[in-house]
Nanobody
Framework: QAQLVESGGGLVQTGATLRLSCVAS????????MAWFRQAPGKEREFVAA????????KYVDSVKGRFTISRDNAKNTMYLQMNNLKPEDTAVYYC????????????????????WGQGTQVTVSS
């Protein structure tokens, strides 16, 4: 199991930018595909973006394409989510997730596909 710690959330206005970080305490970070999920009040946790071990493969939910960018720095055991042009509907707790992947790629974008989770960081976008 990876231990994951998110940071970077906050209260911003519509159109603002935030960058979330997730630091993983693991021996070999490149063994893990990583992802961001989010959960708004009263809603189920939903997939936002995923990235494979090298960073060359990424996947996004349609609602954030063109606004959010997922990346990772394997030398720092850190994953990022650059969020531009934030909207009120982006308001949620954002969670970092990890999945051990021996063969590369990333698992299906579902909560059950990822075995390690961070504690979450709140992002609030005011209109």
């Amino acid at each position: 199991q990876a231990q994951l710690v998110e940071s970077g959330g906050g209260l911003v206005q519509t159109g603002a930018t935030l960058r979330l970080s997730c630091v993983a305490s693991v021996r070999t970070f490149t063994n893990y595909a990583m992802a961001w999920f989010r959960q708004a009040p009263g809603k189920e946790r939903e997939f936002v973006a995923a990235i494979n071990w090298s960073g060359r493969e990424t996947k996004y939910v349609d609602s954030v394409k063109g606004r959010f960018t997922i990346s990772r720095d394997n030398a720092k055991n850190t994953m990022y989510l650059q969020m531009n042009n934030l909207k009120p509907e982006d308001t949620a707790v954002y969670y970092c997730a990890a999945s051990l992947r021996a063969g590369g790629g990333f698992p299906p974008p579902t909560t059950t596909s990822f075995t390690s989770w961070g504690q979450g960081t709140q992002v609030t976008v005011s209109s």
